[in-house]
């Protein structure tokens, strides 16, 4: 399906009907339901196969192009004439963070035997090119007992595994999958009660559920409260959602899926695969719209992004980092920057770290290398080489990425990040900071933190050399 989004003001209330008035400013589209699944495959960095059932018309042509720009994911599509591709159009105030609307241009009625035939020959073809057979159920049409049936036979002949997103009620129609993904919803309406947010009833209904399907494996997604893991009928993991900040939900399970998939191919346990499914989720749901999350923002959740995993830390070159500021101004978070040679660590560069860090989302370092120290300050600097360095500084909590650069100046690196606030400290003067006018220009500003004079990598090295 093509997931459609329209932004816009809503600050008024129409005239002709008590109906809010959304005056569009922007509009953008991206692949929806099972493709969206193939989407985050392949921003994990995995290759897909996609299967998926479309209509002969401009959706899915813009569906088509859209799947294009992405590496590793192989387009087969069976299209039916007789039935429209699934347009979904959401109407979304961004100031209100909210969906204001939603509508769906559809045909949910299974296709004709020929065209559902067609379908399982295509997938069945490129089975023997993977090791995971994911089933994104959306209950439009395109996955029938049948199908669904002759698929799972295929795949588990030819010793894959079977993860399932399911819809529906009739969950017994999945018998023979590996791994189902329901939410708290969807298990209720398989067992036929509504299920509690309990740990204990959770347990309880994922296990009915595996005594009604035979599968033994249930990951139930449990809203805003994480993920439950069950297999035969026992927990075994149990995770809060991992989520800082909510911006839609648009896509999450289509995340977990993907996630599961990716890191299942490549050899995880279940429990491993499951925590980075959860990690995952949190990533998207704080992105606007359906949103794909990449390793490194995944990994860096996990890590705690700054206590714990120093060597992730450190960009291997500027497009490197330019890259992970991307995604996290993609996140909504606000990036700082400072620079210096850092050459012995004291209370002071900790004192302006911490302090710009409490100022911004993410904070860089750029960090002068031995080179372009000992062209600013003589051939008896530094005293710490720069693999030190970048060590203690990145064993610092307040440090979210460093960078090194050669020249005099990091003006380079200014230029190619565009921080929201540069810092520098108060030693400087305003007008001496290297890319004062950079950041501003780009709307960005400049703010110098109070330093003590007597604290200084020149003060500490003369007390040295004087004992």
């Known amino acids: 399906m093509l997931d459609r989004y329209v932004y816009g003001h809503a600050g008024r209330v129409s005239p002709e009907a008590p109906a809010i008035v959304l005056a569009a400013q922007a509009q953008e589209q991206m692949p929806g339901g099972a493709a969206n699944v193939a989407v985050n495959v392949a921003a994990l960095g995995a290759e897909c196969v996609l299967v998926g059932l479309v209509g002969a018309d401009e959706e899915a042509d813009l569906l088509r192009r859209a799947l294009a720009s992405w590496e590793g994911i192989d387009t087969v599509f069976a299209a039916d004439r007789t039935r429209r591709t699934t347009l979904k159009t959401r109407f979304v105030s ?52 049948h199908t669904i049936q002759a698929l799972i036979e295929a795949a588990r002949g030819s010793g894959m595994t079977v993860l399932v997103d399911p819809k529906g009620s009739r969950f017994e129609r999945y018998r023979g999958a590996t791994l189902i993904t329901p939410n708290l919803t969807e298990l209720g309406a398989a067992i036929g009660r509504p299920v509690p947010q309990d740990d204990g009833a959770v347990e309880a209904a994922a296990r009915e559920l595996s005594q009604l399907t035979g599968i033994a494996e249930v990951l139930v997604k449990r809203h805003g409260f994480g993920v439950h893991l069950v297999q035969s009928g026992r927990t075994t993991l149990r995770l809060p959602a991992l989520a800082r ?12 899926l993907s996630t599961l998939a990716v890191a299942l191919s490549a050899g995880a346990g279940i429990a491993h695969a499951v925590r980075w499914a959860n990690a995952a989720a949190a990533v998207v749901v704080a992105k606007q719209g359906t949103a794909a999350p990449t390793r490194q923002e995944v990994d860096e959740l996990l890590e705690g992004e700054a ?30 920057l400072t620079n210096g040679c850092f050459d012995l660590l004291h209370p002071g560069h900790v004192a302006l770290l911490t302090q710009a860090r409490g100022q911004v989302d993410r904070l860089i370092v750029a960090m002068n290398s031995d ?14 080489d720069a693999e030190a360095r970048a060590a203690m500084l990145t064993a610092l909590e307040a440090v979210s990425a460093l960078v090194l650069f050669d020249e005099p100046t990091p003006i380079a690196i200014i230029e190619a990040v565009r921080p929201d606030v540069l810092f520098k400290g108060s030693d400087y003067a305003m007008d001496d900071v290297v890319g004062r006018h950079c950041v501003e220009a780009h709307g960005g500003r400049v703010v110098l933190i109070e330093r003590r004079a007597e604290i200084s990598t020149s003060a500490v090295i003369q007390r040295i050399l004087s004992r």
């Open 371 to 384: 080179s372009s120290i000992r062209t600013l300050k003589g051939s008896t600097r530094p005293i710490m």
């Open 94 to 145: 961004p100031q209100h963070h909210t969906h204001l609307l939603r509508v769906d241009w559809e045909t949910s009625e299974a296709p004709s035997p020929e065209v559902a035939a067609r379908i399982t020959t295509l997938a069945q073809a490129r089975m023997g090119e993977g090791g995971i057979l994911v089933l994104s159920d959306y209950g439009k049409g395109a996955l029938s007992d």
């Open 307 to 336: 206590p714990y995993a120093p060597a992730r830390k450190v960009s291997p070159n500027l497009a490197a980092l330019v890259e992970r500021v991307r995604a996290w101004r993609a996140a909504g978070l606000s990036v700082g």
């Open 245 to 256: 900040s909510v911006k839609d939900v648009s896509g999450a399970g289509d995340t977990i």
